[in-house]
């Protein structure tokens, strides 16, 4: 029975390694496969840019090298210092109007202190009516006003004021 063990194992051992080469060699396929989409692309790509992109760059590059050569750069340059000069007298007359308004209006504030009156306390007008509601009893404000609520006192005079 053991003899028959030995050259079993070693078809297992084939198979596995039979298995693993084709593993490996499927493995390497798509890799090639990955590769060659990939020089495929690169391809494509190229050919695009160098068909559309490359000319249109330089079209654009000579442009603006047409432009720059038509562009007196000292004529610029001092027309822009020019500009810069004006923009800042202007801004400096226009701080100097400004801090002599804002030094005459502070120079006009009374800053001196104003005594106030205190005032007198108010004093609600219908005090003297409330007052002389709150001696009489319930039943009597609800009979002189003709109330019906069953509440309380102050709130029977409160109704009876606002009738």
């Known amino acids: 029975m053991f003899s028959a063990i030995a ?20 493995a390497l396929d798509k890799l090639a496969t990955a590769i ?9 790509t190229g050919r695009i840019w160098f068909t559309y992109g490359l000319p ?3 079209f654009i590059a000579d442009g603006i090298s047409a432009i720059n050569a038509q562009i007196d ?3 610029v340059a001092a027309t822009v210092l020019d500009s810069l000069a004006v923009i800042a007298a202007a801004g400096i007359t226009a ?3 400004v801090h002599e308004w804002h030094a005459n209006w502070v120079g006009s504030i009374d800053w001196a202190a104003k005594p106030v009156a205190p005032a007198a306390p108010a004093i609600n007008p219908l005090i003297d009516i409330a007052a002389s509601l709150e001696r009489l009893t319930c ?3 609800r009979a002189e006003f003709g109330l019906k609520q069953k509440t309380g006192k102050t709130k029977l005079i409160a109704m009876a004021i606002a009738c």
């Open 95 to 97: 701080a100097m109007y």
């Open 73 to 75: 750069w000292h004529e």
């Open 139 to 141: 039943k009597q404000v």
């Open 7 to 26: 050259p079993l194992l070693a078809g297992v051992e084939l198979v596995t390694e039979l298995l693993s080469v084709a593993v490996l060699l499927m």
């Open 36 to 44: 060659r989409w990939t020089y495929a692309a690169g391809k494509f």
């Open 56 to 58: 249109a760059f330089l």
